[in-house]
Each structure stands twice: as structure tokens, then as C-alpha cells.
């Protein structure tokens, strides 16, 4: 066997998956092979386009059916999801949260939406999400217990809320974040952006934390074109996010009155239209993806120097986006990888660059990241359109 490490060989696995017939592959494209022109339609003709109508009511119902949380309020994107769940688990200005370095913009940015800092923490190679051991050990350094929660000893400013992210749809380890935050009296908000349709021990995630958001956007596992919704058991906290993200508004037949400061976040109807039809092909999708996951794993088995990336212990993933992690003996292969599969016209892509790093969290505090680090000099993701199977 070849031991000797080679882009090419990295290029030609991806190929023998998604059989390239010499037309460009994208990373993501959703697959809208279902009811959705039918859906759409009947909203045009119909009328009922914007912000009230029937497939918002059965969005919300079908989500929560789906997910097993007691509430699921549909909203206009994953980062207004976000933004809701963070304001109703207490962030006020000047709180910390807790959120990896390792994640899209949106969750860093939700945290700054509530005038709030964002504190990075680490994530572990086994899940790509926060690792709980290393966080644990974190706060038993730097928190300070006082009489309306946990403090950061060395800011001074209070740590409301910790917002784990289950990376590319794979569950974290979910269990002993619950403990640590209720240790250390930490509310939890679950960044479940990517991860529709995974289950951690049976249950869906984000169905752990009080509040969940998940998004639909056109490049997530299924989507509203653009899309998201808070989960929670909280009744209470349910008719709150429904109220905030209407605008506030008191039902009344012709008054306009407004008990708060609300937002104009709600979901229009011809977008829950898609995301009913979506729903609907979800399974076929989740199907597709567990196909072309084990492909993938078969066919980099045989490429020294790579790993497939697979879904954790007891967990079941969506797949949502495929990703390989060189050894630690290649970490200084990842662009050439990237270089060679686009001019080839396989869509690739490196992790997101971390958080710490950006100009406008450069000065935010962050634990010592390690594992993030290493993890975004080794990670690519691959092709994983569930039409690729
Ligand atoms: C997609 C995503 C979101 C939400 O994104 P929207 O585009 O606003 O729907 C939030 N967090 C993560 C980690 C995501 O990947």
C-alpha cells in the first residue's frame, strides 16, 4: 500500500464517491423534489404570502412533531432564532456567553445582537464541539459564584449563558454540558443550526438546552430558502418567543398596542410553504446522506494520511456536511487539498476561521483553544448534496 500522503489521492476518493462527469460540484444544493411548487402555489393564489397563514401554524407543528420539543416558533433565519433564545435565557448587556471558537459568524453575532460579549471556549477533536471535560476545568478557574449567577473572576462581568453547536449536524456531547451548567448555574441555549434530523442518544438535538435554533437556510439540510426556528419545552418561554418575534403586539381586532420591544422576525407563509413541502423529504434526505457518509468512509480508508470524519458514540447524525481531517504528520497539506479539488471543480472548503481572530473579537476573552487551532489547519469539507447519491 502507498503510505505516502497525496492531494491527489484526496481528489480522486472524492471522485470515485461523487463520480464526477467533469461538471463543477457544489458543496451543498438543496433538493426541492416534492410538494413544494404546489405549496408555493396555492400561497400565491391564495393571497397568503406574508406574515399569517396556514403553513406557518403547520411548520411550527410539523417541527415540533419532528423534534419532540413542546414548541417550535418559526422565524426568519437561524441568527434571529438566535438572537430570541439568548434574550429569553436572560443575556443582558454587559453579560458573557460562553459560545466554541469553532463556529459560523452567526452565533458570535447573535451574542453582540444582546450587547453581550462572546467568550470562546474549545472544542474537542472526538465531537468538533465544545469539549466538556476542558470546560469544566475552565470555570472552576476563572468563575465566582454570586447571588444572581455565575461571575467571570477576571472581567467582573456575569456568565449567563453557554451556546454549544453541534458541528456539521454532529451531536456534541450534550449530557455533561447539562451538568456543568447546572453546576455552575449557566443556562444552556443549544446552536442547532446544523443539525435537523440528528439525535444524541435518541433524542433530537435541541431538545436539551432551554431554547434551541435551528436554521433553514438554502444551504442547510433542508430549507425555507431562508428560515429558522427556536425550540423549547417552556410553555411560558414559547408564547414569549412567539410574542417577540411579532412585534409585541396585543392581539386585538383593530388596536395596535405593543407591551415591549419587540421584532419583526416572523417567518412569511410562502416560506413555510417550502419548508412543509421540505419536511415532508426529509427522511429521503437523511437517507441520502448516511449513503453517501459511508461511501466517503470506504473510500478514504484506503487514503493514508486522512480521516473521514464519522458521527459520534450513541449518536445519530444528519451528515450535513461531509468533512476529512488530515494527520497531524500532514497538517501543512490542507491547502494544497483545497487547491487541487476546486481547480478540479469539486467544491472544498476549509473550517471557518475562529472566532478570536476576527477583528471584532480580537479583544473578546477566550480560553487557551488547542484543539480548535489544530482542528482548522487539518479540516476540509467535501461535497454533500443529498442529490449526490
Ligand atoms: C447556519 C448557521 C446559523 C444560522 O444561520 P442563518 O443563515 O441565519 O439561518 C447559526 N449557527 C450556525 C453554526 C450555522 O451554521
Known amino acids: 500500500m502507498n503510505t505516502e500522503f497525496s492531494s491527489k489521492a484526496v481528489l480522486e476518493a472524492i471522485r470515485s464517491v461523487v463520480q464526477s462527469d467533469n461538471t463543477s460540484i457544489s458543496l451543498h444544493e438543496p433538493k426541492l423534489a416534492g410538494n413544494e411548487w404546489t405549496y408555493v402555489k396555492e400561497c400565491l393564489d391564495t393571497g397568503w404570502v406574508s406574515s ?13 412533531a419532528y423534534t419532540g420539543a413542546k414548541r417550535a416558533i418559526a422565524v426568519v433565519n ?36 444582546c450587547g453581550a460579549v462572546p467568550h470562546f471556549i474549545d472544542s474537542e477533536e472526538k465531537t468538533l464541539g465544545v469539549d466538556p471535560g476542558k470546560l469544566a476545568a475552565y470555570l472552576e478557574d476563572i468563575a465566582e459564584q454570586r447571588q444572581d449567577g455565575c461571575y467571570n473572576r477576571i472581567t467582573g462581568r456575569r456568565i449567563k449563558t453557554l451556546v454549544p453547536m ?33 439525535f444524541y442518544k435518541g433524542r433530537h438535538t435541541g431538545t436539551f438546552g ?15 430558502g431562508g428560515g ?9 418561554l414559547g408564547r414569549l418567543a412567539k410574542h417577540l418575534t411579532t412585534t409585541a403586539k396585543i392581539p386585538h381586532r383593530w388596536e395596535f398596542n ?5 421584532y419583526n422576525y416572523r417567518l412569511p407563509n410562502i ?7 421540505q419536511l415532508e423529504q426529509l427522511s429521503a434526505f437523511l437517507d441520502n446522506k448516511r449513503a453517501l457518509a459511508g461511501r466517503y468512509a470506504q473510500a478514504f480508508s484506503e487514503v493514508p494520511g486522512v480521516r473521514f470524519i464519522r458521527e459520534p458514540e450513541y449518536c445519530r447524525s444528519n451528515y450535513w456536511l461531509n468533512a476529512i481531517i488530515l494527520d497531524e504528520d500532514f497538517r501543512n497539506m490542507r491547502d494544497e487539498i483545497l487547491e487541487v479539488t476546486n481547480s478540479a471543480g469539486i467544491m472544498t472548503r476549509p473550517a471557518w476561521t475562529l472566532m478570536h481572530r476576527l477583528p471584532m473579537f480580537t479583544d473578546c476573552p477566550h480560553m487557551n483553544l488547542t484543539i480548535s487551532k489544530s482542528l482548522v489547519r487539518r479540516l476540509v469539507n467535501i461535497p454533500s448534496s443529498a442529490g449526490l447519491v
Do not use: Q
Open 258 to 262: 405593543h407591551d415591549m420591544i419587540g
Open 166 to 198: 453541534h458541528t456539521f449536524g454532529h451531536p456534541l456531547d450534550i449530557e455533561p454540558l447539562l451538568k456543568i451548567c447546572a453546576d455552575f448555574r449557566i443556562e444552556l441555549v443549544e446552536d442547532a443550526a446544523e443539525s435537523f434530523g440528528s
Open 78 to 113: 437561524g441568527t434571529a432564532a438566535l438572537h430570541i433564545c439568548l434574550i429569553l435565557s436572560g443575556v443582558v448587556p454587559g453579560d458573557e456567553v460562553l459560545i466554541p471558537a469553532l463556529t459560523f459568524i452567526a452565533t458570535a453575532n447573535a451574542v453582540s445582537y
Open 52 to 64: 399569517v397563514g396556514k403553513f406557518v401554524d403547520r411548520f411550527e407543528d410539523d417541527l415540533a
Open 228 to 236: 429558522g426556528a427556536i425550540l423549547t419545552d417552556d410553555e411560558e
Open 271 to 277: 416560506n413555510a410553504a417550502l419548508g412543509c413541502a
Open 210 to 224: 432551554r431554547l434551541a435554533a435551528l436554521s433553514f437556510n438554502g444551504n442547510k439540510i433542508m430549507t425555507t
